[in-house]
């Protein structure tokens, strides 16, 4: 829905999404914690790497306010070597069930690109929002397979797989280049019978630096989309690079980033970690809520 107000368009968001017959309300930006059960991820890989520490973190993100947690099977950073199917379930499903059990009303987010896994998955826990990085470009059946099991999608974009993707990727306008590919596939989602789409820029995933932070600078255009918006920038290359800084060290460029996103529209901050990210949506909430009176 498009209005206006003081001669400036303004676009509203879908504000839920429905997922084991509950409405998720987003109306308010909501944290996304990230549990990795791999041994490459570009800054937890290998930390989680048994049951125990698998449940300790789900405790966190959840005991530090996280509304969703996002368990992946695969690094996807930058060079990363793609695994089979099997290996990825093979990491996957006790996480999976093992979270499910302890913390049943938790949303669960499965970060995969492939049919199979999902399919698999839904089998063994039931609904979770399928985070495909890939947007539906690696795996023809994903948005079919995604459709039959009424789940809600994320739907990212990416310039080609993590081997090559940041092989010089260029854009003339990285934002209109984009919204254009958002719009072709959120087009086929629909006329798959997909309902609750989330959309994400792609910060990190065959972009420049300077594409990423022309990407966050403008990521109030993303709004004509009136979807949800999730942002990962938590503790990316983007940071380091121009701090000249690792990784670890990288929590306070993440919290600066994290709030610039909040500030242009962000609904889903998809983070390491949950209580920064947190107390960075209380802090800009409460902001806009002074700048309206």
């Known amino acids: 829905m498009l209005f206006a107000k003081n001669n400036k368009a303004f676009y509203k968001k879908k504000p839920t999404i429905a997922l084991n017959g509950e409405l998720i309300d987003l109306s308010s930006p909501v944290v996304m914690g990230v549990l990795n059960c791999t041994p490459d991820s570009f800054y937890d890989g290998g930390a989680y790497n048994s049951d125990i520490a698998i449940l300790t973190r789900a405790g966190q993100i959840i ?18 070597i793609e695994i089979s199917a099997k290996e990825e379930l ?30 698999v998955l839904h089998a063994e826990v039931g609904d979770f929002l399928v985070n495909d990085v890939s947007g ?38 990285v934002v ?8 072709n596939q959120i087009q086929k989602l629909k006329q798959a019978g ?3 789409i ?15 932070f022309e990407l966050l600078n403008r990521l109030d255009s993303f709004a004509i989309f009136e979807l949800p918006i999730v942002v990962g920038l938590s503790r990316k290359s983007m940071i380091c690079k121009l701090l000249d800084i690792d990784p670890s060290e990288s929590l306070n460029g ?23 990210a947190i107390e960075a949506i209380r802090l800009v909430e409460k902001t806009k809520i002074h700048s309206q009176c």
């Open 90 to 119: 093979s990491r996957l499903i006790p996480a999976v069930k093992s979270v499910r059990k302890e913390f049943p009303q938790i949303a669960l987010s499965i970060d995969s690109y492939r049919s199979e896994v999902i399919k």
């Open 194 to 196: 997909i309902s609750d």
């Open 136 to 173: 539906g470009q690696f795996d023809d059946q994903m948005f079919l397979t995604v459709a039959a099991l009424n789940l809600p999608y994320l739907l990212m974009h990416s310039k080609g797989k993590s081997s090559d993707m940041q092989d010089n990727p260029q854009y003339k306008d």
């Open 198 to 212: 989330l959309i994400d820029p792609g910060f990190g995933f065959g972009k420049t630096a300077d594409h990423n």
């Open 176 to 183: 209109k280049e984009i919204i254009f590919y958002l719009s």
């Open 254 to 276: 993440t919290t600066v980033l994290n709030t610039m996103a909040l500030s242009n529209g962000c609904d889903i901050l998809r983070v390491h970690d949950v209580k920064e």
């Open 63 to 80: 005991e530090q306010g996280g509304r969703f947690i996002d368990l992946g099977g695969m690094s996807t950073r930058p060079g990363a």
